[in-house]
């Protein structure tokens, strides 16, 4: 099983910058992935970045140059370096985890509460 913390967010003008952390505590398995992904009112959810267990991350075109993603100093944590924000990038922001559990050999997406991103123009 896995459960993700999430933290940062929140309010900011256009231009700034947040950062988004989470941690995920992992149980009888291990975590393939971990990223964020983000959903607007009346939009569906989408990607914003993810790194998998070699390292390599996937970020979506709109945020590209903008947004950063880096793994925590702990284990199964990473962080979304938010720069130059633009009101386009409000969203509920969730913290994503895929699980490949040891017993039967299954995956499963894990999600968190989500944190809500606000950018005022």
Known sequence: QVQLVESGGGL???GG???LDCA??????TVESMGWY???PTNQRELVATI???GRINYADSV??????FRGNARNTVKLQMNRLKPEDTAEYYCNAE??????NDR???WGQGTQVTVSS
């Open 99 to 104: 699980y490949l559990r040891y017993a039967r």
């Open 64 to 69: 590209l140059g903008r947004f950063f993603l």
């Open 24 to 29: 995920a505590s992992v149980s009888g398995g």
């Open 52 to 54: 998998d267990t070699d």
């Open 17 to 19: 910058s947040l950062r």
């Open 12 to 14: 900011e003008r256009t």
């Open 108 to 110: 499963k997406n894990y």
């Open 38 to 40: 983000r959903q607007a």
